[in-house]
């Protein structure tokens, strides 16, 4: 097995990442800043054109600042090969307009990047234009409505903090540095999102959307309704730039708490087996979810006595108003029989949305990432897999995780496909030259996986290594629907469509 260890670099902001603003000096400083790679150059005339209609930063392909500005526009360590032949820093939504505009007139193709927390960077494709809108990060929010009008550059914790001061609360990603705008636009598996609408994209009330045409509508149930249809769940296939989010936000939980047991890896059969048992008996504001990873600092030893240096960590997280009713509402969990074969355990801890974003970022740092997933009716088969597999992962710290969803009612959107766990993992290491034996073992572990589930969720699929199942994260009926909505919003072509298809290959 490999052990990772961190990259000697000098430390970067990963705010500054993620929202695309990382200075040139930090970016030298790291070593991230080699020539661009070499490809047809951008006539400058072309460029000064676009900059003369946009007040944000215009960069083409054999312009010195090119490279550390796409590499800048990735969140993880690994920096796809990918070049776009320029990059539109929008500082409003005219700036859109006019990035749109000017790519449908040059027939160049476009996609969008808000976050570039996509795990395999499906917005960074080769040629046409990348339009990042990292920098509409405005919060305007009605407490008395419960409503907030979001822009797409706003990260969740930054949204759940300005919430939480008004006593209101969103289904944000379990990672608070995530950008809102990918993570609704592919469906949205939130904190408390069972709850909270089932995805969190279902939370979404209107966008304002920028389409092929240069157009600037707004889409909800009422007005553009096809529109907003695709919205709710198109994701990287989506054929529009959405600049303005309105999303319906709900009353703060007052007294969060949770339960965390901790089981040698050998038990893992039996704690996937009480998660299904567990699972429906829980109320909708407590989530279940169990993370098969490295034996956590100081418990090295009580896991090589059970044979494995990995750990099954069980928790249960109770989004309610009172102390008892978080007991209450967990107690399925901390009254089944195989909380006695736990090596560890830690009740009732109060938590706080700031807590449960640390718990999750600190396994997930900046490093190089491949990630999949199935949802699927039963865990029987899966943990199977997962048993027989993990010892072989050539990465320690790689981790499944298995979230019970319990098939939860959905609206009608894009985002449909669903099962009773959502079942992923998260192979991260740092040597690049470990690239291959990574993403290997993934997609192999995943083709196993897939016959065993109901879809993916296009969020978290491997696009890169698993084109042919991007489908598979849709329903029959809506990827039909999405391809026809397609030609009828974007029938040019304007934009790139799921990564990994052709150009000018109909969805349907």
């Known amino acids: 097995?490999?052990?990772?260890?961190?990259?000697?670099?000098?430390?970067?902001?990963?705010?500054?990442?993620?929202?695309?603003?990382?200075?040139?000096?930090?970016?030298?400083?790291?070593?991230?800043?080699?020539?661009?790679?070499?490809?047809?150059?951008?006539?400058?005339?072309?460029?000064?054109?676009?900059?003369?209609?946009?007040?944000?930063?215009?960069?083409?392909?054999?312009?010195?600042?090119?490279?550390?500005?796409?590499?800048?526009?990735?969140w993880q360590t690994q920096k796809f090969p990918r070049n776009p032949e320029i990059i539109v820093q929008a500082e409003s939504v005219e700036d859109v307009v006019a990035a749109v505009n000017h790519a449908r007139e040059n027939k160049r193709r476009i996609t969008t990047r808000a976050g570039g927390h996509s795990f395999c960077g499906c917005f960074m494709r080769d040629d046409?234009?990348?339009?990042?809108?990292?920098?509409?990060s405005t919060i305007e929010i009605d407490a008395a409505k419960r409503e907030a009008i979001v822009g797409p550059g706003v990260i969740g914790r930054r949204l759940q903090e300005e919430l939480g001061r008004q006593g209101l609360a969103f289904p944000t990603a379990h990672c608070g540095m995530?950008?809102?705008?990918?993570?609704?636009?592919?469906?949205?598996?939130?904190?408390?999102?069972?709850?909270?609408?089932?995805?969190?994209?279902?939370?979404?009330?209107?966008?304002?959307?920028?389409?092929?045409?240069?157009?600037?509508?707004?889409?909800?149930?009422?007005?553009?309704?096809?529109?907003?249809?695709a919205v709710r769940g198109g994701g990287p296939g989506?054929?529009?730039?959405?600049?303005r989010f309105k999303l319906r936000v709900h009353p703060a939980p007052k007294a969060m708490r949770s339960h965390t047991y901790i089981f040698p890896f050998t038990a893992s059969a039996d704690v996937a087996a009480a998660m299904e048992e567990i699972g429906p008996k829980l109320p909708l504001n407590v989530?279940?979810?169990?993370?098969?990873?490295?034996?956590?600092?100081?418990?090295?030893?009580?896991?090589?006595?059970?044979?494995?240096?990995?750990?099954?960590?069980l928790q249960s997280v109770a989004f309610v108003d009172?102390?008892?009713?978080?007991?209450?509402?967990?107690?399925?969990?901390?009254?089944?029989?195989?909380?006695?074969?736990?090596?560890a355990k830690i009740e009732n801890a109060?938590?706080?949305?700031?807590?449960?974003?640390?718990?999750?970022?600190?396994?997930?740092?900046?490093?190089?990432?491949?990630?999949?997933?199935?949802?699927?009716?039963?865990?029987?088969?899966?943990i199977e897999v997962f048993i027989r597999r993990m010892p072989q992962s050539p990465s320690r710290v790689t981790a499944p995780v298995l979230l019970y969803k319990g098939r939860p009612e959905l609206p009608d959107g894009a985002c449909a496909t669903k099962g009773n766990f959502y079942v992923s993992c998260y192979a991260q290491w740092d040597d690049p030259a470990a690239d291959k034996a990574n993403k290997d073992f993934m997609i192999a572990m995943y083709e196993e996986l897939q016959p065993l589930g109901t879809g993916s969720y296009i969020n978290e699929l491997n696009q890169e290594g698993r084109i042919h199942r991007i489908r598979e994260c849709y329903t029959a009926d809506g990827w039909r629907k999405l391809g026809e909505l397609r030609r009828k919003y974007d029938p040019g072509l304007v934009f790139h469509t799921f990564y990994g298809l052709e150009p000018d290959r109909p969805q349907a």
């Open 350 to 382: 109060q938590e706080s949305f700031e807590n449960l974003y640390y718990g999750n970022e600190v396994p997930f740092p900046q490093r190089r990432y491949c990630v999949d997933n199935i949802y699927t009716d039963s865990l029987a088969k899966p």
């Open 287 to 313: 989530e279940l979810i169990g993370v098969i990873t490295a034996a956590p600092p100081g418990m090295e030893k009580a896991c090589s006595a059970a044979g494995c240096d990995q750990v099954f960590i």
């Open 1 to 74: 097995m490999i052990l990772d260890k961190p990259l000697a670099l000098p430390k970067l902001d990963r705010r500054g990442f993620l929202a695309g603003t990382a200075t040139l000096a930090t970016l030298s400083a790291a070593g991230l800043m080699p020539m661009a790679a070499a490809g047809a150059a951008v006539d400058a005339r072309e460029v000064e054109r676009l900059q003369a209609k946009v007040k944000g930063k215009v960069v083409a392909r054999d312009t010195e600042l090119y490279e550390p500005w796409r590499r800048s526009m990735i």
């Open 128 to 136: 046409g234009m990348l339009v990042d809108v990292s920098r509409l």
């Open 322 to 343: 009172s102390e008892a009713a978080a007991l209450a509402g967990m107690a399925p969990l901390k009254d089944h029989p195989v909380t006695k074969r736990a090596i």
């Open 178 to 229: 995530v950008p809102i705008s990918g993570f609704l636009l592919g469906g949205g598996l939130g904190w408390n999102g069972n709850a909270w609408g089932g995805m969190s994209v279902y939370n979404i009330l209107e966008v304002e959307i920028v389409t092929a045409d240069g157009q600037v509508r707004t889409a909800s149930e009422t007005e553009n309704p096809d529109l907003f249809w």
């Open 238 to 243: 989506l054929f529009g730039v959405v600049t």
